[in-house]
């Protein structure tokens, strides 16, 4: 007699369960694979993304360093401009720039702000742009109506660069605006005293004169070495920062170096 096997319902329960089991898994499965599709697709479009940022970045930072090239060109020359319209030479201002820097890391500058004193120092005199040739290139001493006049190039320095919020200018401005100060409160033209003076101020006021003397100009001819170290012995605390003049005697072959690696041609 044929008749069906019955089943323990056991076995099939657990047939069943297994049946499902195996869908379970094979949509797992699926799932898995998809996703790791998705996954690799977006890696790829994702490093895309980054390749692409990486050389933008690239871009703007070689368009940065032209920018900042191009200021520290356009500083440069109009430093010149404001020397050469008083008839000095091109180098004073790249010995003042080197001046700078040299005293600024000796005070205990930082390397970035020395460099950037270097750069900001040559446009001390750029107000001088606005002074009359009468004024500017007369030979011997000026009446004191001329050098009120001639005063003023500090202001006018720093009313050409104060607008700008580039670091760089900023300090040139402050430079142009105090470069005439004096330590012990005698300079021009708003007669701050001591550490009211800037920083960057005190040190270009040092190179710029100590340039100044060992050169020629319209209205004196060059100081001995022996006549400089006297005036600055005796300025020492009156025109000049104590520190800065301490500096100054204590390396100065440094300078004597500077001045002439950078000396005027003959
Ligand atoms: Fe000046
Ligand atoms: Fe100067």
Redesign the pocket.
Known sequence: MEHDVIKNPLIVELELLRANFDKTTEKLIKDIQRHEKIMTKADKRQKQEYDELQRKFAEVEALQKEIEETQKEVIFTMGSIGESRSKETGNHVRRVAEYSKLIALHYGLSEHDAEMLKQASPM??IG?VAIPDAILNKPGKLTPEEFEIMKK??ELGYDMLKHSHRPLLQTAAIVAHE??EKFNGQGYPRGLKGANIHIYSRITAFA?VFDALGNQRCYKPAWSDEEIFNFFHKERGEHFDPKIVDIFFKHLSEFLHIRETFKDPI
Do not use: A, L, S, Y
């Open positions: 001390h005199d001088k190039h500090t470069h005439h710029d």
